[in-house]
């Protein structure tokens, strides 16, 4: 007998702007990460209104993936994966995003893609909208603050569902929704920015929540409509959400501290988790919109929409844990992407994250406590720099520590009753970072030959942490 379920999926993650490369072949048109520069952990990500000749744009090659697909399925068959979550390209099917026709070279590169998966039966797991749009969306209709971009969306969704209707069962709407809640209005959202501004530094006046909030308004109508359309389409798809997973701890017992935490829980993980689970809004969004000053443009056939869409199973990711305090004489925490003050009882990794698997037992107790349906851990991973030997060996012992210690902590929340389902490790063949651009930030089991200097062949290498993790899904989690 083991904890995990007999059907666990065991698996890993991608996403097409990090990953496939090929960024203006055969069609494509042209994302709004396509005009992201890459960056550092000292340096923020820049946006450019065109592209710049010899500039750096990590979504240009990724790792290459629209070449090496077929070699790059079989060494995640090799570690007996039993799902694979990738993403899809909008601007692969509607290259402007307003297409009448989609693109007919991009339906038929996901389709040989999904059955390259089932022929070593692994069940495709697909995200419809990972921080990618397309641009002519940003600049013609203002991106997700403009409510047509829904009918877009949905057109795209429902193109997906019925020309996968065969070959993906599982699916997911958005990336990381609740990205857009406060900070990532380009990234998430796909809102005009300035050309040469680092869109996404976290960095909110009460204009920018208005305007974030009201996209991600949008956003929570249009995986609605997607939702009931997929239904429709096949009644045996399973359609979740995906939350960017943040545990908050108060720094002290000082109840300011534990209404702070508390107060940053519920923005960040329930705000779009009860929407897009419960069918409407929680209880406490409206003082957060007074003092925000936010009105939403919101019907009631919206409301009905949000109630009728909801999701089948509740998806997230998480990385590290958080810790806020009231006190404003503490100091603010460095690393991209990680707010509140340093936790004295945990480690921090190079770029600032804090490395804590039992708040992964934590968040998955509290969602599944709050929604009650299936749970899956679609990213977990450790971004580090890794070193190939002179023997062409990649001896990655730290992320196999971290990984570890999180399935160890997910046992431990199955053994609380938590119907956890699957789990996907992020970056399984080594991308590009969403948040530096970097590749030196690496999380895979497969070493990608390529630097931030783009040099490199793209030839994958197997890493220490790739048999160790095959042992893990063969042994059903117990052999760690």
Request: net charge negative; proline share 4%.
């Amino acid at each position: 007998m083991t904890v995990f379920p007999k059907n666990f999926l065991w698996g890993g993650a991608t996403a097409a702007n990090q990953y496939e490369g090929a960024w203006d072949v055969d069609g494509k048109g042209v994302s709004t990460a396509d005009l992201l520069k890459g960056g550092t952990y000292e340096t923020a990500r820049t946006f450019t209104k065109e592209v710049q000749p010899d500039t750096y744009y990590p979504s240009h090659q990724g790792s290459d993936f629209y070449h090496h697909y077929k070699e790059d399925i079989k060494l995640l068959a090799e570690m007996g994966y039993k799902t694979y979550r990738l993403s899809v390209a909008w601007t692969r099917i509607f290259p402007n995003g307003d297409d009448a026709k989609p693109n007919q070279k991009g339906l038929d590169f996901y389709r040989n893609v999904f059955e390259e998966c089932h022929k070593y039966g692994i069940e495709p797991l697909v995200t419809i909208s990972h921080y990618e749009m397309p641009y002519h969306l940003t600049e013609a209709y203002g991106g997700w603050g403009n409510r047509k971009v829904i009918d877009f969306y949905v057109k795209y969704a429902q193109t997906l569902f019925t020309e996968y209707k065969d070959l993906v069962k599982y699916w997911l709407t958005f990336n990381e929704i609740n990205i857009g809640m406060l900070f990532g209005g380009y990234m998430s959202l796909g809102l005009p920015v300035k050309d040469g501004a680092a869109p996404f530094n976290g960095k909110m006046t009460d204009e920018d929540i208005q305007n974030n909030l009201q996209g991600l308004h949008y956003q929570f109508v249009a995986s609605a409509l997607a939702v009931k359309i997929g239904h429709q389409i096949n009644s045996d798809n399973m359609i979740g959400c995906m939350i960017a997973g943040n545990v908050n701890y108060p720094l002290t017992s000082n109840p300011d501290d534990v209404l702070k935490a508390q107060l940053a829980n519920e923005i960040n993980n329930y705000y779009c988790g009860d929407v897009q689970v419960r069918g409407a809004y929680p209880h406490f969004a409206q003082r957060f919109w007074d003092e925000h000053h936010v009105k939403l443009e919101m019907t009631s056939e919206d409301a009905e929409i949000l109630k009728e869409g909801t999701v089948d199973y509740y998806s997230f990711s998480y990385y590290s844990s958080n810790t806020v305090t009231a006190n404003p004489e503490k100091a603010e925490a460095a690393g991209n992407f990680s707010m509140g003050v340093k936790n004295p009882y945990l480690d921090y990794s190079e770029w600032g994250w804090s490395m804590d698997p039992k708040g992964l037992r934590w968040y998955l107790n509290d969602v599944y406590g709050r929604y009650g349906i299936p749970v899956m851990v679609v990213e977990n991973g450790l971004g580090a720099r890794d070193t190939m030997e002179a023997d062409g060996s990649v001896n990655d012992d730290y992320r196999i520590d971290y990984l570890k210690g999180h399935i160890e902590q997910m046992k431990e929340a199955i053994k609380d009753g938590v119907d956890l389902i699957g789990y996907t490790p992020w970056g399984c063949i080594d991308l590009v970072s969403a948040g530096t651009g970097q590749m030196a930030k690496r999380y895979g089991f497969v070493y990608v030959d390529r630097d931030d200097d783009e040099q490199g062949d793209f030839s994958r290498t197997p890493k220490k942490s790739f048999y160790w993790y095959k042992k893990v899904i063969e042994s059903n989690g117990e052999k760690l």
